[in-house]
Every structure is written in C-alpha cells, then in structure tokens.
C-alpha cells in the first residue's frame, strides 16, 4: 500500500462516489435534458457528500 493519508483516501473515495453518481444521473436517468434537475441532484448530492465527510473526519 502507498502511505496516504486515511482523510485523503476518504475524499477521494467519496469524490468518485460522487462523480459515478452525476453521470448516472445524467446519461442513465436522462437528466442531461433537463439541466435544472441534474443541477439540482448535484447540489443535494454534494451535500450529502460534505456531511458525510464532516462526519467521518470526527
């Protein structure tokens, strides 16, 4: 294993959760035709995200 950091990995873990999320969202569920929703998604979701986050650096 590489010497990283744990909160490191943990970003970058919840990162590509984060961008695997968007584009299912885009092209799976259609919503790249609707830019207010996928925005909208996107701002929950990146929420969540920080909370998450915020919660697992405690």
Do not use: C, H, N
């Not at 990283?4 to 984060?18: D, M, T």
């Not at 909208?40 to 969540?48: K, N, S, Y």
Request: proline letters at 3%; zero cysteines.
């Amino acid at each position: 294993m590489l010497p990283v950091l744990p909160e490191l990995l943990g970003a970058g873990i919840l990162i590509l959760a984060l961008i695997k999320a968007r584009v299912i969202l885009a092209l799976y569920l259609d919503l790249a035709k609707s830019q207010v929703w996928l925005r909208g998604f996107t701002a929950v979701l990146t929420g969540f995200v920080l909370v998450i986050f915020s919660l697992y650096r405690m």
